[in-house]
């Protein structure tokens, strides 16, 4: 029974013509994660594969490798003596792209399948040719870049019927311990909480509520502002006055002799302070109705004929208007 094998070192540690997979795009490029750490290990190999994805250089040529898997031999350029044996590269065509234009997760759970399929009849048709190929070994596929749970990855691998060693770095694992343990910390404080007992919550809450009669006694305390404590004089506010009305001084004043006039001491008198009353615009007062204008008094003449020129004006023109609307009516008519 095939097995999956997982553990924590270095994938490039691997014994001797053993077989390193990882996912790779179909645009030929290893720039990020554990792609460009397998570039600068092994640049030959990677121009294998760079050759791969750009001959030709066409979408169609890149979109049928998705997949697919690409076995590149050891390279002499990448031993590190000639005497040496070095590391088959096993290329998981995944995703069509790489970063924001990578493929779903879906299709690279879809195509990681199709292309260990590829892998085991081109592994199958070199060991039958006589030639050395050792184990299978494999980082977490599709976790890094593609962003794709490796727990998803690794069921779809599980069903390719082949022995597979996982390696993953050390961070993995610190990170793995960290979220485990941030997970079983939120699970504790949790059962805390549902601890309680509703005798201890309301414990609480009378110890943060203030006594009766505190609340008022400190409102009591507060001082009050100046123009509550004392109350300020009120000043008389001149009135405009309406035509008609018999000129004399104004409410809470007296006229020198020089004519003008003075306010009164506010502690003898005080007048209270009518609510502003609403100021019509001048369309209100300028344009009223015809049959409000004719009872309205203190109208003069001289505005009633102001507003009757204005109100033929405005109608002449809305006949004008009416007019040539019948007429281009009438034309596009006899035009059809």
């Not at 554990?34 to 169609?60: G, I």
């Not at 020089?258 to 615009?281: D, F, I, M, R, W």
């Amino acid at each position: 029974m095939p097995r999956i094998t997982e553990s924590i070192g270095d994938i490039f540690e691997a014994p001797p013509n053993s077989v390193l997979i990882h996912a790779c795009n179909c645009q030929g490029v290893w720039g990020s994660g554990v792609a460009l750490e397998f570039k600068h290990r092994y640049p030959k190999a990677y121009e294998v594969y760079h050759t791969e994805c750009n001959t030709p250089p066409s979408p169609f040529h890149q979109r049928s490798l998705l997949g697919t898997a690409l076995l590149i031999p050891p390279q002499s350029e990448d031993l590190p003596s000639p005497s040496s044996a070095g590391h088959w590269i096993a290329c998981l065509f995944t995703s069509i792209g790489y970063g924001g234009r990578k493929s779903s997760a879906d299709v690279i759970l879809e195509m990681t399948k199709k292309a260990m399929g590829d892998l085991a009849k081109k592994l199958k048709f070199t060991r039958g040719r006589g030639t050395e190929v050792g184990e299978l070994w494999a980082v977490r596929l599709n976790s890094g870049k593609f962003a794709v749970k490796w727990d998803r990855t690794k069921r779809v691998l599980e069903q390719c019927g082949m022995d597979l060693k996982v390696v993953g770095p050390p961070e993995e694992e610190a990170g793995e311990d960290e979220g485990r343990k941030g997970r079983k910390g939120g699970k504790d404080a949790k059962k805390e909480k549902d601890e309680e007992t509703p005798g201890n919550i309301m414990d609480v809450a009378q110890e943060r509520a203030p006594a009766k009669g505190q609340a008022t006694e400190n409102r009591a305390s507060v001082p009050k502002p100046a123009y509550e404590a004392e109350a300020l004089p009120v000043l008389s506010k001149k009135r405009k006055k309406t035509k008609g009305e018999p000129q004399g001084p104004e409410v809470g004043s007296e006229t020198s002799a020089a004519g003008t006039s003075k306010v009164e001491n506010a502690e003898t008198s005080s007048v209270t302070l009518q609510p502003k009353k609403h100021k019509k615009s001048k369309r209100e007062t300028d344009e009223p109705e015809p049959s409000i204008l004719a009872d309205a008094p203190g109208r003069t003449e001289k505005k009633r004929r102001k507003w009757e020129v204005e109100t033929e004006q405005e109608a002449d023109v809305e006949r004008r208007g009416k007019k040539k609307k019948k007429e281009k009516s009438k034309k596009d008519r006899n035009a059809d």
